[in-house]
Protein backbone atom coordinates (compact mmCIF):
# COMPACT_ATOMS: atom_id res chain seq x y z
CA UNK A 1 0.00 0.00 0.00
CA UNK A 2 1.42 3.14 -0.17
CA UNK A 3 1.54 5.50 2.56
CA UNK A 4 -0.84 8.41 2.90
CA UNK A 5 1.56 11.70 2.77
CA UNK A 6 -0.32 14.44 1.54
CA UNK A 7 2.31 16.31 -0.34
CA UNK A 8 3.98 16.97 -3.55
CA UNK A 9 7.76 16.70 -2.51
CA UNK A 10 10.17 13.26 -2.66
CA UNK A 11 10.23 11.24 1.15
CA UNK A 12 13.20 9.37 0.80
CA UNK A 13 14.09 6.15 3.03
CA UNK A 14 17.51 5.03 3.86
CA UNK A 15 18.70 1.81 2.80
CA UNK A 16 17.96 -0.05 6.96
CA UNK A 17 17.28 1.30 10.17
CA UNK A 18 14.47 3.83 9.35
CA UNK A 19 11.79 1.45 10.41
CA UNK A 20 11.32 2.34 14.65
CA UNK A 21 11.78 -1.09 17.14
CA UNK A 22 7.70 -0.91 17.49
CA UNK A 23 7.58 -1.01 13.89
CA UNK A 24 4.87 1.57 14.13
CA UNK A 25 7.06 4.45 12.42
CA UNK A 26 8.60 4.88 9.22
CA UNK A 27 11.50 7.50 9.32
CA UNK A 28 12.64 9.66 5.92
CA UNK A 29 13.66 12.84 4.48
CA UNK A 30 11.78 15.44 2.03
CA UNK A 31 14.47 14.79 -0.73
CA UNK A 32 13.32 14.52 -4.83
CA UNK A 33 15.24 11.20 -4.74
CA UNK A 34 17.94 9.42 -3.42
CA UNK A 35 21.12 10.76 -5.31
CA UNK A 36 20.39 14.91 -4.50
CA UNK A 37 20.73 16.58 -1.13
CA UNK A 38 17.58 19.04 -1.59
CA UNK A 39 15.81 17.93 1.67
CA UNK A 40 15.20 20.01 4.80
CA UNK A 41 13.39 17.94 7.03
CA UNK A 42 13.56 14.96 8.31
CA UNK A 43 9.76 13.39 9.42
CA UNK A 44 8.24 10.37 10.45
CA UNK A 45 5.13 8.81 9.39
CA UNK A 46 2.77 6.55 11.43
CA UNK A 47 2.37 3.85 8.80
CA UNK A 48 -1.49 2.65 10.26
CA UNK A 49 -2.61 6.14 10.44
CA UNK A 50 -0.44 7.96 7.94
CA UNK A 51 0.05 10.68 10.99
CA UNK A 52 3.65 12.70 10.34
CA UNK A 53 5.69 14.27 13.25
CA UNK A 54 8.83 16.50 12.19
CA UNK A 55 11.78 15.57 13.82
CA UNK A 56 13.88 17.67 12.77
CA UNK A 57 14.42 21.40 10.47
CA UNK A 58 17.32 22.49 8.93
CA UNK A 59 18.46 26.16 9.15
CA UNK A 60 17.40 28.12 5.66
CA UNK A 61 20.92 27.91 4.42
CA UNK A 62 21.55 24.24 4.74
CA UNK A 63 19.56 20.16 3.75
CA UNK A 64 19.50 17.71 5.64
CA UNK A 65 19.02 13.58 5.00
CA UNK A 66 19.27 9.97 5.44
CA UNK A 67 17.96 9.08 8.42
CA UNK A 68 18.41 5.91 10.19
CA UNK A 69 16.88 4.66 14.16
CA UNK A 70 17.39 2.68 17.43
CA UNK A 71 16.14 3.56 21.03
CA UNK A 72 14.30 6.13 20.98
CA UNK A 73 16.76 8.26 18.92
CA UNK A 74 17.29 9.37 15.09
CA UNK A 75 20.56 10.02 13.27
CA UNK A 76 21.04 12.03 9.92
CA UNK A 77 23.63 13.70 7.94
CA UNK A 78 23.49 17.98 7.68
CA UNK A 79 25.16 19.86 5.25
CA UNK A 80 26.86 22.92 5.95
CA UNK A 81 24.90 25.80 6.89
CA UNK A 82 26.10 28.87 5.00
CA UNK A 83 27.85 27.31 2.25
CA UNK A 84 30.77 29.40 0.83
CA UNK A 85 32.83 28.43 -2.64
CA UNK A 86 35.41 27.11 -0.44
CA UNK A 87 32.78 25.17 1.84
CA UNK A 88 30.13 24.09 -0.53
CA UNK A 89 28.39 20.71 0.52
CA UNK A 90 30.67 18.07 -0.35
CA UNK A 91 31.69 14.63 1.29
CA UNK A 92 34.23 16.46 3.19
CA UNK A 93 31.91 19.03 4.29
CA UNK A 94 29.05 17.19 5.70
CA UNK A 95 28.14 15.47 9.45
CA UNK A 96 26.22 13.59 11.61
CA UNK A 97 23.57 14.69 14.04
CA UNK A 98 21.42 13.13 16.64
CA UNK A 99 17.94 13.83 18.10
CA UNK A 100 15.84 12.11 20.86
CA UNK A 101 12.36 11.69 19.31
CA UNK A 102 10.76 14.89 20.59
CA UNK A 103 13.97 16.51 21.71
CA UNK A 104 16.63 18.98 20.33
CA UNK A 105 18.86 17.84 18.49
CA UNK A 106 22.92 17.76 18.54
CA UNK A 107 25.86 17.53 16.50
CA UNK A 108 27.21 13.76 16.46
CA UNK A 109 30.66 14.16 14.92
CA UNK A 110 33.25 16.60 16.40
CA UNK A 111 35.75 18.18 13.38
CA UNK A 112 38.69 20.45 14.51
CA UNK A 113 40.49 21.68 11.51
CA UNK A 114 43.02 23.84 12.93
CA UNK A 115 46.53 22.97 14.55
CA UNK A 116 46.88 21.56 17.12
CA UNK A 117 44.36 19.19 16.46
CA UNK A 118 41.85 17.66 18.87
CA UNK A 119 42.14 13.48 19.15
CA UNK A 120 38.65 12.18 18.70
CA UNK A 121 37.68 15.25 16.01
CA UNK A 122 37.27 14.51 12.48
CA UNK A 123 39.10 16.67 9.37
CA UNK A 124 36.46 16.34 7.22
CA UNK A 125 32.80 14.94 6.68
CA UNK A 126 30.61 11.61 7.37
CA UNK A 127 27.79 10.16 6.10
CA UNK A 128 24.74 7.20 6.75
CA UNK A 129 24.91 7.30 10.14
CA UNK A 130 23.92 4.11 11.78
CA UNK A 131 23.78 3.00 15.53
CA UNK A 132 25.45 0.04 16.44
CA UNK A 133 22.23 -3.11 17.52
CA UNK A 134 23.59 -1.94 21.74
CA UNK A 135 23.17 1.48 20.33
CA UNK A 136 26.72 2.57 22.35
CA UNK A 137 28.52 3.37 18.69
CA UNK A 138 27.49 5.29 15.65
CA UNK A 139 29.34 4.01 12.37
CA UNK A 140 30.09 6.07 9.25
CA UNK A 141 31.88 6.39 6.09
CA UNK A 142 34.22 9.80 6.21
CA UNK A 143 36.20 11.61 3.80
CA UNK A 144 38.86 14.17 4.38
CA UNK A 145 38.70 17.88 4.15
CA UNK A 146 42.75 18.45 4.53
CA UNK A 147 43.78 15.75 1.83
CA UNK A 148 40.87 16.34 -0.23
CA UNK A 149 42.18 20.17 -0.81
CA UNK A 150 45.60 19.69 -0.87
CA UNK A 151 47.77 20.32 -4.10
CA UNK A 152 51.20 18.53 -2.82
CA UNK A 153 51.70 15.56 -4.71
CA UNK A 154 53.29 14.07 -1.47
CA UNK A 155 50.06 14.53 0.83
CA UNK A 156 48.06 10.95 0.56
CA UNK A 157 45.05 11.15 -1.42
CA UNK A 158 41.53 11.79 0.39
CA UNK A 159 40.13 8.11 0.12
CA UNK A 160 37.08 7.25 1.43
CA UNK A 161 37.24 5.32 4.79
CA UNK A 162 35.01 3.99 7.57
CA UNK A 163 34.90 5.92 11.46
CA UNK A 164 33.13 4.90 14.41
CA UNK A 165 31.78 7.12 16.99
CA UNK A 166 31.96 6.77 20.75
CA UNK A 167 29.52 8.38 22.97
CA UNK A 168 32.51 10.55 24.96
CA UNK A 169 31.93 14.05 24.59
CA UNK A 170 34.82 16.20 22.66
CA UNK A 171 35.46 19.56 23.03
CA UNK A 172 37.29 21.76 20.18
CA UNK A 173 38.42 24.55 20.30
CA UNK A 174 36.22 27.28 17.98
CA UNK A 175 39.79 28.84 16.16
CA UNK A 176 38.25 27.90 12.53
CA UNK A 177 34.43 28.94 11.59
CA UNK A 178 33.95 24.92 10.57
CA UNK A 179 34.96 23.26 13.74
CA UNK A 180 32.37 21.96 16.52
CA UNK A 181 32.51 20.29 19.40
CA UNK A 182 30.49 16.28 18.97
CA UNK A 183 31.27 12.79 20.34
CA UNK A 184 34.59 11.11 19.96
CA UNK A 185 34.79 9.86 16.79
CA UNK A 186 38.13 7.85 15.17
CA UNK A 187 38.96 6.28 11.72
CA UNK A 188 38.77 2.27 11.83
CA UNK A 189 40.11 1.42 8.90
CA UNK A 190 43.47 1.54 6.92
CA UNK A 191 43.80 2.93 3.14
CA UNK A 192 46.42 3.08 0.76
CA UNK A 193 46.80 5.08 -2.24
CA UNK A 194 48.83 2.66 -3.83
CA UNK A 195 47.24 -1.23 -2.82
CA UNK A 196 49.85 -3.89 -3.70
CA UNK A 197 48.52 -6.28 -6.37
CA UNK A 198 47.18 -9.33 -4.72
CA UNK A 199 47.45 -8.19 -1.00
CA UNK A 200 44.99 -7.42 1.43
CA UNK A 201 45.74 -3.91 1.33
CA UNK A 202 42.74 -1.57 0.00
CA UNK A 203 42.17 1.89 -1.48
CA UNK A 204 39.10 2.94 -0.04
CA UNK A 205 36.63 0.83 2.29
CA UNK A 206 32.74 1.96 1.80
CA UNK A 207 29.68 0.38 2.89
CA UNK A 208 30.09 -0.63 6.31
CA UNK A 209 27.60 -2.45 8.52
CA UNK A 210 27.29 -3.61 12.29
CA UNK A 211 28.19 -7.32 12.94
CA UNK A 212 25.55 -8.42 15.52
CA UNK A 213 27.57 -8.39 18.38
CA UNK A 214 28.51 -4.87 18.01
CA UNK A 215 31.93 -5.43 18.02
CA UNK A 216 32.77 -5.16 14.75
CA UNK A 217 31.63 -4.22 11.31
CA UNK A 218 31.37 -5.40 7.58
CA UNK A 219 32.69 -3.05 4.91
CA UNK A 220 33.90 -3.21 1.05
CA UNK A 221 37.50 -2.85 0.32
CA UNK A 222 39.06 -2.19 -3.22
CA UNK A 223 41.64 -4.22 -3.85
CA UNK A 224 43.97 -4.87 -6.25
CA UNK A 225 44.32 -7.99 -8.13
CA UNK A 226 47.82 -9.54 -9.13
CA UNK A 227 47.47 -7.87 -12.67
CA UNK A 228 46.68 -4.48 -10.67
CA UNK A 229 42.81 -4.30 -11.69
CA UNK A 230 40.34 -3.23 -8.95
CA UNK A 231 37.84 -5.01 -7.51
CA UNK A 232 35.63 -4.88 -4.07
CA UNK A 233 36.09 -7.63 -1.28
CA UNK A 234 34.25 -7.81 1.68
CA UNK A 235 36.17 -7.44 4.93
CA UNK A 236 35.30 -6.70 8.74
CA UNK A 237 37.40 -4.48 11.29
CA UNK A 238 37.04 -5.47 14.76
CA UNK A 239 36.85 -2.33 17.10
CA UNK A 240 38.68 -1.86 21.07
CA UNK A 241 36.32 -1.16 23.22
CA UNK A 242 38.16 2.34 23.74
CA UNK A 243 39.64 4.17 21.19
CA UNK A 244 43.47 4.87 22.22
CA UNK A 245 46.28 5.94 19.92
CA UNK A 246 48.55 3.38 18.64
CA UNK A 247 52.22 4.68 19.43
CA UNK A 248 53.56 6.89 16.69
CA UNK A 249 49.93 6.99 15.55
CA UNK A 250 47.80 9.95 16.53
CA UNK A 251 44.55 9.20 16.10
CA UNK A 252 43.97 12.86 14.33
CA UNK A 253 46.89 11.93 11.70
CA UNK A 254 49.68 15.40 11.27
CA UNK A 255 49.51 17.95 8.36
CA UNK A 256 51.45 14.94 6.10
CA UNK A 257 49.17 12.08 7.01
CA UNK A 258 46.10 10.59 7.17
CA UNK A 259 44.21 9.99 10.63
CA UNK A 260 44.96 6.55 11.99
CA UNK A 261 42.68 3.68 13.45
CA UNK A 262 43.01 3.07 17.30
CA UNK A 263 44.98 0.25 18.64
CA UNK A 264 43.24 -3.11 18.55
CA UNK A 265 41.37 -2.16 15.38
CA UNK A 266 42.25 -5.35 13.39
CA UNK A 267 41.12 -5.40 9.51
CA UNK A 268 40.67 -8.58 7.88
CA UNK A 269 39.80 -9.69 4.74
CA UNK A 270 36.73 -12.48 4.50
CA UNK A 271 36.01 -13.02 0.76
CA UNK A 272 38.70 -13.91 -1.96
CA UNK A 273 38.32 -14.03 -5.42
CA UNK A 274 40.75 -12.54 -7.79
CA UNK A 275 40.66 -15.82 -9.99
CA UNK A 276 37.15 -16.01 -10.57
CA UNK A 277 35.53 -14.85 -13.84
CA UNK A 278 34.01 -12.20 -12.26
CA UNK A 279 35.79 -11.02 -9.12
CA UNK A 280 34.87 -9.10 -6.39
CA UNK A 281 31.35 -7.89 -5.16
CA UNK A 282 29.73 -6.36 -8.10
CA UNK A 283 25.65 -5.42 -8.76
CA UNK A 284 23.64 -2.54 -8.01
CA UNK A 285 24.77 -0.21 -4.73
CA UNK A 286 24.43 -1.70 -1.98
CA UNK A 287 25.45 -2.69 1.76
CA UNK A 288 26.62 -6.33 3.44
CA UNK A 289 24.01 -6.46 5.66
CA UNK A 290 24.73 -9.40 8.44
CA UNK A 291 21.94 -11.70 10.17
CA UNK A 292 21.39 -12.08 13.58
CA UNK A 293 23.20 -15.07 13.31
CA UNK A 294 26.36 -13.28 11.75
CA UNK A 295 25.82 -14.56 8.23
CA UNK A 296 26.95 -11.45 5.94
CA UNK A 297 24.89 -11.17 2.74
CA UNK A 298 25.83 -8.87 -0.53
CA UNK A 299 26.01 -9.28 -4.24
CA UNK A 300 28.80 -10.83 -6.65
CA UNK A 301 28.00 -11.74 -10.56
CA UNK A 302 28.28 -15.31 -11.09
CA UNK A 303 29.76 -17.20 -14.04
CA UNK A 304 26.66 -16.93 -16.24
CA UNK A 305 27.36 -13.17 -15.92
CA UNK A 306 24.05 -12.84 -13.50
CA UNK A 307 23.85 -11.41 -10.42
CA UNK A 308 22.76 -13.16 -6.99
CA UNK A 309 22.55 -12.90 -3.77
CA UNK A 310 25.41 -14.39 -1.99
CA UNK A 311 26.30 -15.19 1.72
CA UNK A 312 29.86 -15.24 3.76
CA UNK A 313 30.26 -15.87 7.59
CA UNK A 314 31.65 -13.14 9.44
CA UNK A 315 34.25 -15.83 10.84
CA UNK A 316 35.12 -16.87 7.70
CA UNK A 317 35.22 -19.79 4.86
CA UNK A 318 33.33 -20.52 1.60
CA UNK A 319 30.91 -18.31 -0.02
CA UNK A 320 26.97 -19.63 -0.99
CA UNK A 321 25.14 -18.45 -3.26
CA UNK A 322 21.52 -17.93 -2.39
CA UNK A 323 19.57 -17.02 -5.53
CA UNK A 324 20.84 -18.69 -8.62
CA UNK A 325 20.35 -15.30 -11.44
CA UNK A 326 17.22 -15.97 -12.90
CA UNK A 327 15.90 -12.54 -10.47
CA UNK A 328 19.16 -10.02 -10.24
CA UNK A 329 18.63 -7.47 -7.35
CA UNK A 330 18.09 -4.15 -8.33
CA UNK A 331 18.09 -2.53 -5.09
CA UNK A 332 20.07 -2.47 -1.17
CA UNK A 333 18.96 -5.73 0.86
CA UNK A 334 17.68 -6.20 4.20
CA UNK A 335 17.60 -9.49 6.69
CA UNK A 336 14.42 -10.47 7.95
CA UNK A 337 14.43 -10.51 12.07
CA UNK A 338 14.29 -13.89 12.25
CA UNK A 339 17.38 -14.34 9.63
CA UNK A 340 15.08 -16.50 7.24
CA UNK A 341 14.79 -13.81 4.42
CA UNK A 342 16.36 -11.58 2.42
CA UNK A 343 14.41 -8.59 0.58
CA UNK A 344 15.67 -6.96 -2.20
CA UNK A 345 14.31 -5.06 -5.45
CA UNK A 346 14.33 -7.71 -8.05
CA UNK A 347 12.88 -7.39 -11.99
CA UNK A 348 10.34 -4.87 -11.23
CA UNK A 349 9.08 -6.37 -8.10
CA UNK A 350 9.36 -6.47 -4.31
CA UNK A 351 11.29 -9.64 -3.75
CA UNK A 352 11.97 -11.98 -0.67
CA UNK A 353 14.66 -14.95 -0.88
CA UNK A 354 14.09 -17.89 1.41
CA UNK A 355 18.10 -18.24 2.91
CA UNK A 356 18.26 -21.96 3.27
CA UNK A 357 15.52 -23.27 0.10
CA UNK A 358 16.69 -20.22 -2.40
CA UNK A 359 13.07 -19.90 -3.72
CA UNK A 360 12.50 -15.83 -4.34
CA UNK A 361 9.01 -15.33 -4.29
CA UNK A 362 7.44 -11.97 -5.48
CA UNK A 363 5.78 -9.50 -2.85
CA UNK A 364 4.51 -7.61 -5.34
CA UNK A 365 3.65 -7.29 -9.41
CA UNK A 366 6.28 -6.87 -12.24
CA UNK A 367 5.76 -2.73 -12.55
CA UNK A 368 7.67 -0.97 -14.58
CA UNK A 369 10.18 1.11 -14.03
CA UNK A 370 8.45 -0.45 -10.33
CA UNK A 371 10.57 0.07 -7.11
CA UNK A 372 13.27 2.24 -7.11
CA UNK A 373 16.75 0.70 -7.11
CA UNK A 374 17.59 2.07 -2.93
CA UNK A 375 15.94 0.78 -0.76
CA UNK A 376 13.97 -2.63 0.99
CA UNK A 377 13.63 -2.71 4.10
CA UNK A 378 11.89 -5.23 6.63
CA UNK A 379 10.33 -4.12 9.42
CA UNK A 380 11.41 -4.82 12.75
CA UNK A 381 8.90 -7.61 13.86
CA UNK A 382 9.08 -9.07 10.20
CA UNK A 383 5.66 -7.83 8.89
CA UNK A 384 6.24 -5.66 6.66
CA UNK A 385 8.92 -4.02 3.97
CA UNK A 386 9.49 -0.13 2.88
CA UNK A 387 10.16 1.08 -0.17
CA UNK A 388 10.11 3.82 -2.56
CA UNK A 389 8.79 3.85 -6.05
CA UNK A 390 8.74 7.04 -8.46
CA UNK A 391 5.54 9.07 -8.39
CA UNK A 392 5.22 12.15 -11.13
CA UNK A 393 8.82 13.44 -10.54
CA UNK A 394 9.36 12.73 -7.03
CA UNK A 395 10.27 9.46 -4.98
CA UNK A 396 7.13 8.30 -2.21
CA UNK A 397 6.71 5.32 0.25
CA UNK A 398 5.02 2.08 0.05
CA UNK A 399 4.79 -0.81 2.54
CA UNK A 400 3.88 -4.45 1.39
CA UNK A 401 2.92 -7.46 3.67
CA UNK A 402 6.25 -9.44 4.04
CA UNK A 403 4.12 -12.59 3.95
CA UNK A 404 4.46 -15.81 6.29
CA UNK A 405 7.77 -16.30 8.72
CA UNK A 406 8.21 -12.72 9.03
Not at 61 to 69: D, F, N, S
Not at 173 to 196: L, M
Not at 370 to 390: E, K, L, N
Request: a negative charge.
Amino acid sequence: MTIPIPSATGHVLANRDCWTEDSRWLLYDLRTDETVFDGRRIERVDVATGRIETLYEAPPTAACGVPTTRGGHALFLRGPENPTDDWAYAAWHRFGMTVPIGGPATILDARDLSPPRTPGALRGGTHLHTFSLDGRRVASTYEDHLLAVADDPEIPQNRRVVAVTWPIPTGVPADHPRNHDGRFTAVVTEVADEPRPGSDEIARAYSDAWLPDSRGLAFFGEVRGEQGEAFSEVFKVELPDVPVAAPGRPLEGTPTTRPNPPAGARQIRLTFTGAEKHPGVSGPRHWPVSSPTGEIAFYRTGADGRVRVCLINSGGGAIREVTDGRIEPTSACTWSPDGARIAFIGDGSVCTVDVVEGRVDRLTANAAPGPTPHACVFAPDGSRIAYMQRVGDCDQLFVVPAGENG
